[in-house]
């Protein structure tokens, strides 16, 4: 991104257009206007990211109802879940960058009634300058990515599939260090005792990454097998 344009506002309304912005206050001004995809037609608001920066960056799917509402992130019933989650775990809301993949809520109508949905690959697609600018600007260590739709975004890996993945640490972008966990809004589709297993199982997640964290801010962090040079490479430093 670093050869795009500047701070260039037209991006909020042309979904072709790039830019890289160079404050986060700046990129939340261009993003609250955003018309990228047609969501813009449904939401009440933009969701933007908040938080800490140089940290824990969570990253979860999209906007629900309560959060397009108040126009934060993570303020309606799955966020009061993750909210309890991080504060067990000890890393409290104001401690990580909390955001989505898409910033506005995908709604489908039922019953005349809108009603949360995944975000489509095109909206997914038009959303993308949004959170890699924030990635850019937030600089985490860490992207906690919630749920699967999340972590084929960041990863880039549209075949990940999180009974399979899930606790694995994955490169991401900025050289960022990727880990992936359940959502929140589907741990409260379940009930007991999964319910509870799944909880346990996301609080169990939440700690590695906060051992993990303290490790690479204290310099202690051993380099994951992507980080390591190749095996030639090390052979010709001897």
């Not at 991006?11 to 261009?30: I, N, Q, W």
Request: one cysteine or more.
């Amino acid at each position: 991104m670093s050869d795009l344009p500047t701070n260039d506002p037209r991006v909020a309304h042309d979904s072709k257009l790039d830019s890289t912005f160079g404050s986060l206050k700046l990129l939340r001004e261009v993003a609250l206007h955003c018309t990228r995809c047609d969501l813009h037609q449904t939401r009440s608001q933009v969701v933007f990211g908040v938080g800490a920066e140089n940290g824990v960056m969570i990253v979860g799917e999209g906007p629900g109802e309560e959060d397009d509402a108040k126009g934060q992130p993570f303020v309606g019933r799955s966020g009061r879940l993750l909210d309890s989650l991080l504060r067990q775990s000890g890393m409290p809301r104001q401690s990580v960058w909390l955001t989505n993949v898409v910033k506005s809520r995908p709604v489908t109508l039922e019953n005349g009634y809108p009603r949360n949905r995944v975000p489509t690959a095109s909206e997914i697609k038009a959303c993308e300058i949004w959170w890699q600018n924030e990635i850019k600007l937030v600089k985490p260590k860490i992207v906690v990515c919630l749920g699967a739709t999340a972590a084929k975004t960041i990863t880039g890996n549209k075949g990940f599939q999180i009974s399979k993945e899930r606790g694995v640490w994955l490169p991401g972008p900025q050289d960022t260090e990727v880990f992936v966990t359940f959502h929140p809004a589907y741990i409260l589709r379940l009930r007991e005792p999964q319910l509870s297993e799944v909880k346990k199982i996301v609080l169990e997640d939440l700690a590695v990454v906060k051992q993990r964290y303290e490790a690479l801010t204290n310099g202690t962090a051993e380099p994951h097998p992507w980080q390591r040079p190749p095996e030639s490479q090390q052979l010709s430093l001897f």
